[in-house]
């Protein structure tokens, strides 16, 4: 029998996949409702609530929690004033999860191409890359306010495959919750799922081809997908 053949296009999430970056969305919110003389928010709303559908709902769904929604006109001025705040946060690569940058750094060493499929807006992610360590691991960045579509529409995930020479046959994503889910399935392509991340249903529900509980677990599992 033919061994089946190796899926070396990798499309990564970021957020709750690669680095934990809940405490500096958390605080960046803050500072902004802070000004905003409106009350925090926690933690935990941030990681279940408000985090994963890009940085208009985040902010929307803070702004609507705390008081009054606002208007799409004064959405977009507290978005721009997010996106400073947050990105004045140093990020250091202390936020990566464990194993990530070892893992990334032999996964490219051996061939594979690298995605990041990412909600995040593609200059934030563009500036984080470089300070997590991770500047020019990833063979193309496609950020959530780079195309028309974002997650969960799989035309999101489809980009990178196509940027990166990708086939439905040789791709795999790697993600944490139901918006990494759904663009691989719509693609019909496997799903990994990082146990460790921001999962907004059951993991078990989420369709995984597989769920890992440590990213340096990835490169013997993908040579288990057929």
């Given amino acids: 029998m033919s061994r089946p053949m190796p899926r070396t296009t990798l499309a990564f999430d970021l957020d709750g996949t690669l680095i934990d970056s809940a405490p500096d969305l958390h605080a960046a919110l803050n500072r902004l409702l802070e000004e905003l003389k409106r009350p925090p928010v926690t933690l935990a709303q941030v990681t279940k609530s408000f985090a994963g559908d890009g940085v208009r709902l ?27 705040l947050y990105e004045a946060i140093p990020a250091t690569p202390a936020q990566l999860y464990p194993g990530v940058a070892e893992t990334l750094a032999r ?6 191409r690298l995605g990041l499929c990412t909600n995040k807006p593609q200059q934030a992610t563009e500036i984080l890359l470089p300070q997590l360590g991770l ?6 960045v496609v950020g959530g306010d780079a195309l028309p579509v974002r997650k969960p529409d799989a035309g999101h995930l489809r980009a990178v495959i196509e940027r990166l020479g990708g086939t439905q046959a040789s791709s795999v994503m790697i ?5 990494d889910a759904a663009v691989a399935a719509g693609c019909g392509v496997p799903f990994i799922a990082m146990a460790y991340g921001y999962p907004r249903v059951p993991i078990a529900e989420l369709g995984a081809a597989l769920v890992l509980e440590r990213f340096a677990d990835l490169p013997e599992a993908l040579k288990t997908l057929g």
């Fill in 107 to 112: 996964l490219k060493t051996d061939g594979f």
């Fill in 58 to 84: 985040l902010v929307g769904r803070a702004l609507a929690a705390t008081g009054a929604a606002a208007s799409e006109e004064e959405t977009a001025r507290h978005v721009a004033r997010f996106l400073a």
């Fill in 135 to 140: 500047g020019g691991l990833f063979d193309t």
């Fill in 175 to 179: 993600g944490d919750n139901d918006n």
